[in-house]
């Protein structure tokens, strides 16, 4: 409506209501339309709820299924192992029955024979030989009690409880994460998932408990590539550009370098000093390859015979037979790796700032297991010793044999 309408004679004051009404319109259509702005800004901001959300869930889900997933297989592996420890004890036990049942049944043969010959020697009309014959006839010594055979069923369960104990504890274990592509390990820099929550402590009872299985270990330099140099009584080992005198026949082609010393059974602990990222630790079984295989520097965790730890500058990942976990960035560089042979785990920890668990691999390790290192060039790389800290009796005496 126009205020200069003629159709009637408007009076000021109808005409100035007019115009403020105007003006008051104008004014709540400029609310409503900030109104809508923000609802639309809300929808959007709903609508990137909902899709974190759903991300979200859908990375838990994952996370859930592959802890499910490797708790199943482990269980699995703890299964088998128990199972066959059962018919091993249940083999010897009947062993020892056998023994005792051909036990008593030669004592029984024995006793029948001086029966019929104490039967036979009371017919004996010579007095004489009756005589002479029964000073020689002596019956058979006493058999004495039998070792009662029992299966001990504690000794069986004993080790079990405490590594169900362990596997059950896989669910509530911080920093795991869904596989990553094996051909994304080598690509550029990647964004890795957050920090792990830190142990409150350097020295913290995780890492005081660890020491009890502490393992001094030493390199065996028979096994160092040509670039690699071995010193400080084969503790240290240096990644340098001139190489050394040719190869030997059981040196790595590859920048690693292994441990004179092997595990196969029990439970051990050792701890390594890096002077910068870009090394890999682990651990293989004896048939490791010495040759270059594929297009990787390394191969360690690349096949079935080998699990590995590979730190870099912006990340860190675990490796096994071509797969490849990516983990948080490794800020210390002293590292711990723990080697359970018992419940079939290796894990492996950074120890600086404070200590944290970096990752475990899960398997069902069925030949000795030797430590071993890649180096970049210009890297050095120590095993740390312990004063107090000793090898087996068996370790050692591997450790001074040649490889």
């Known amino acids: 409506m126009s205020v200069g309408s003629a159709s009637y004679p408007w009076s000021p004051l109808v005409t100035c209501s007019l115009v403020g009404t ?7 259509l400029e609310v409503s339309q900030q109104q809508v702005t923000q609802v639309e800004r809300q929808l959007e901001e709903l609508r990137q709820q909902s899709s974190q959300i759903q991300t979200s869930a ?18 699995e592996m703890r299964r088998a192992l128990a199972l066959k420890d059962i018919k091993v004890a249940e083999t010897q036990a009947l062993a020892q029955a056998q023994d005792a049942e051909q036990r ?7 006793l029948v024979r001086y029966d019929r010959r104490v039967r036979d020697l009371l017919q004996q009309l010579d007095d004489c030989t009756f005589l002479q014959e029964s000073q020689l006839l002596a019956p058979p010594a006493p058999l004495g009690p039998l070792t009662p055979l029992k299966l001990d069923e504690d000794q069986q369960l004993a080790g079990l409880k405490e590594s169900l ?10 920093g795991d994460r869904p596989r990553a592509p094996a051909e994304a390990a080598d ?16 020295v913290c009872p995780l890492r005081r408990k660890l020491w009890q299985n502490y393992r001094n270990l030493t390199f065996d330099p028979d096994s160092a590539n040509r670039h690699l140099y071995v010193s400080r009584q084969d503790q240290q080992v240096k990644h340098q550009h001139k190489p050394r005198d040719p190869a030997g026949p059981s040196s790595f082609e590859l920048w690693q370098v292994r441990c004179a010393q092997s595990f196969q059974n029990g439970r051990h602990y050792w701890e390594v000093h890096t002077s910068n990222h870009s090394v890999t630790l682990g ?6 390859t010495r040759r270059k295989w594929g297009p990787h520097t390394d191969n ?3 096949g079935p015979s080998s699990w590995g730890l590979c730190v870099q500058e912006d990340r860190a990942q675990a490796w096994h037979n071509g797969e490849a976990q990516l983990l948080p960035k490794v800020s210390g560089r002293l590292l711990g790796m723990e080697l359970d042979l018992v419940s079939g785990c290796l894990t492996f920890y950074c120890l600086e700032p404070r200590a944290q668990r970096l990752h475990t691999f ?14 970049l060039e210009g890297r050095t790389l120590t095993l740390c010793h312990r004063p107090e800290a000793r090898l087996p009796s068996e370790l050692q005496e591997e450790a001074s044999e040649p490889s």
């Open 165 to 174: 104990s362990q596997l059950c504890g896989l669910l509530l274990e911080e």
């Open 362 to 375: 899960h398997a069902i390790f069925t030949q000795p297991l030797y430590p071993v290192f890649w180096l």
């Open 300 to 302: 360690i965790g690349r």
């Open 187 to 202: 690509s550029g820099p990647m964004e890795g998932p957050g920090p792990l929550a830190p142990v409150p402590s350097p």
């Open 58 to 75: 859908c990375t838990l889900a994952s996370v859930i299924s592959g802890k499910f997933s490797r708790l199943l297989q482990a269980l």
């Open 104 to 110: 008593l049944r030669g004592h029984r043969e024995a």
């Open 22 to 28: 105007q003006a008051q319109l104008r004014a709540t």
């Open 283 to 288: 651990v293989a079984y004896p048939d490791l």
